[in-house]
Structures are given as C-alpha cells and as structure tokens.
C-alpha cells in the first residue's frame, strides 16, 4: 500500500488534527510482556535519523514502522517491543523531532497546539502529551510526551513558534502556554 504524505498542519483544523490522531493505528505495545530480550542494534541520533548496526535508516518508511513499536520504561531506557521481543535502542536524546506547530482553537475558544513529529504523526499537547522544558536560559530544551514513555524534542525552528506564541500570552519571565485545558511552564529550570 503507497504511502500519502499527510497535509501540511497549517492547512489542517482542530476536527482535522483531531480525526489523523484518531486514525493513527498503533499496535498495542502497552498489551505486550515479550518473554525475550535483545539488542536491536539500532540507534536514534540526536538530530532524530536512525541507524542499523551502524549504518542509517534511509526508508522512511521503516522508520515510521519501527517508531509505533517504541516504549520507554521508568528508567528511560527505550526498547522496540514486539509480542515476542523486548528489544533495546540507543537513543542519544529524545526518540522523535517535533518539526513544526500551529495553534487552533476548541470550540469554546481554548487554544490546543498541534505538532507535527518527524514520522508525520500530529501529537496535541494536553493531559496525555506534556510539554516540558530542560537545559538552561541559554540553551533550552523542549520536550513533548508522545507515546508509551516516549518524547519528542521540539527542533529549533518549531520552538521558535512555540516561544513567539508564547510571548503573545504573557511577559518573558512567566512565559507559559496552555493547551487542552492545561498549562505548561516555558521556562527552563534554574
């Protein structure tokens, strides 16, 4: 079956967002207790390409495939789970890169901002998705929760938005975002 590239997330509306989240057909790696253990071999780079017993992913494709197998446990370690497998992958920062963010509004007017991950899959930020914030004042680092433990950093230009969004609602040093109901504190920690 061809792959169809998603449309861009500027021209997508909160129903839009919301019905590809919704369509987004995972496997059911939380039901899995795989009786084996191993190595995949495999790493996610910081910048978010993929590699194979050293050599790199170019199938996009593939990567789609293997990142709705990825979990991460209590301790931050991430595996490739199958029903059969536990498989273990180095990843040096954050399993996915948000590439890109709009902001749309519910229909009582609450904002809800959308991201866009290097797999193509859109991630709403709220309850279930967490925006957290790491590093420094002079080198920030931002995160969103996806799926099963797993994180997204936010690429430079994507919290760039985020940021000019934010400076939109409030005053630098309070700078904050909400997003289905919650809100998240842009600031890094002290």
Known sequence: MPYTPPPELAAMSLAELA???AD???PPVDQWTPAQNGD????IA?????????GPITRPAMVRAFSTLLVRDADGAHFLRTPVENLSIVVEDAAFIATDMQV???TAGQPVLAFRLNTDDVVLAGPDHRLRTAGSAD???FYLGVRH???ARLNRSTYGQLIEYALTLSPPEALSVASAGETFALVPPA
Do not use: K
């Open 19 to 21: 019905q590809a989240v």
């Open 24 to 26: 987004r057909r995972l």
């Open 40 to 43: 995949s071999l495999m790493r």
């Open 46 to 54: 910081t910048d978010g390409s993929w590699f194979h017993d050293g």
């Open 104 to 106: 749309r509004h519910d």
């Open 139 to 141: 080198v920030p680092a």
């Open 149 to 151: 433990g797993t994180e």
